[in-house]
């Protein structure tokens, strides 16, 4: 999955788009350490917040992955969960940016 993440945040770069992460591994070095080996460059937000429900808690995750595609007006357009599939992914954000005005390069 890493792969085709990092492949959007390229094709997409310079267009309303923003990957966000939410990790739900517990162990904060190891994790740093993962994201520096996977090459994840994208802002990735723990799952678990001290004194306040989870972020899987607060929007319903039972999944992962599940993924969420929001619109410029904060709107969740898609939801997945589980891996849809590079091909799906890339076919709603394009139909999204399309949408919008902002056609990606193919």
Do not use: C, Y
Not at 25 to 50: A, G, L, M, Y
């Amino acid at each position: 999955m890493f792969p085709h993440e990092r492949s959007l945040v390229k094709k997409l770069e310079g267009k309303p788009f923003v990957l966000l992460g939410v990790n739900g591994d517990d162990d904060d070095p190891k994790v740093k350490e993962k994201n520096s080996k996977q090459q994840i460059t994208w802002r990735s937000f723990k799952n678990s917040r001290p004194g306040k429900p989870s972020l899987a808690d607060e929007w319903n995750i039972d999944a992962w992955p599940t993924l969420f595609l929001v619109d410029h007006h904060g709107i969740i357009r898609n939801r997945w969960e589980g891996s849809p599939g590079d091909k799906v992914i890339d076919e709603a954000i394009d139909q999204l940016l399309d949408e919008i005005g902002k056609t990606p390069a193919k």
